[in-house]
């Protein structure tokens, strides 16, 4: 089944201590990208990658790390996760251009 | 920077009726617009992706209309039913500028 996979789905963490979450596509898709949801704030970018070893800012990164070593994986690090990135996190995945995103389950993070 | 405005942000129908939804956008130099559902808490369920060359797209009882010219789209949806409750987001282009959403509520 084509999709794209997220862990953790649910993440309750500290001030300061390092995270990531992982995303994961097995449709050979070029294009990766996250996505942060917040009420009254909507869907922002954060990172987007357009493939392997190439990735580039979104609306809001700071904060926050990606790499793409390899075609499937797409992980999003916190380094220092502050209260504020508290979040509804989505990575999404298309074969790039104009092409249908397939978007993964989400991850819900919450930073004490 | 583009901005997407979806209209309104809330709807209330009585099941049966038609729900029309509304997407603009700023810059008319799109790749593509995507209409999209998501249910409470959960992922986001694309509907239905309409290119720039294309004036519409059709699924079932969902129709999208799409107006460069104008920056405008808009999303059909034919005799509701309660399980078309959802928030529905347009978003624009590969980088997808997302609309906050119109979330509908389907009365039975």
């Known amino acids: 089944e084509a999709q794209v996979t997220q862990n953790p789905r649910y993440l309750i963490t500290v001030t300061g201590k390092k995270l990531t979450v992982t995303c994961s596509q097995n449709?050979?898709?070029?294009?990766m990208s996250w996505y942060r949801q917040d009420p009254g704030l909507g869907l922002r970018q954060i990172y987007y990658?357009?493939?392997?070893?190439?990735?580039d800012k979104g609306d809001v990164p700071e904060g926050y790390k990606v790499s793409r070593k390899e075609k499937r994986n797409f992980p999003l690090i916190l380094e220092s996760p502050s209260p504020n990135q508290t979040s509804l996190y989505f990575c999404?995945?298309?074969?790039?251009?104009?092409?249908?995103?397939?978007f993964g389950p989400g991850t819900r993070l919450t930073v004490l | 920077k583009q901005e997407v405005t979806q209209i309104p942000a809330a709807l209330s129908v009585p099941e049966g009726e038609n729900l029309v939804l509304n997407c603009s956008f700023t810059?008319?130099?799109?790749?593509?617009l995507q209409w999209f559902r998501q249910d409470p808490g959960k992922g986001l369920t694309s509907l239905l992706l309409?290119?720039?060359?294309?004036r519409e797209q059709t699924s079932g009882r969902l129709n999208a209309s799409l107006d460069k010219s104008s920056g405008r789209s808009t999303l059909y949806i034919a005799a509701s039913q309660p399980g078309d409750s959802a928030t529905y987001l347009c978003?624009?282009?590969?980088?997808?500028?997302f609309g906050a959403g119109t979330t509908v509520t389907v009365r039975a």
């Open positions: 449709m050979n898709h070029e294009y």
């Open positions: 990658s357009m493939n392997v070893e190439v990735t």
């Open positions: 309409i290119q720039s060359s294309q």
């Open positions: 810059d008319s130099a799109i790749y593509n």
């Open positions: 978003a624009v282009n590969y980088k997808l500028s």
């Open positions: 999404a995945s298309s074969q790039g251009g104009p092409d249908t995103q397939y």
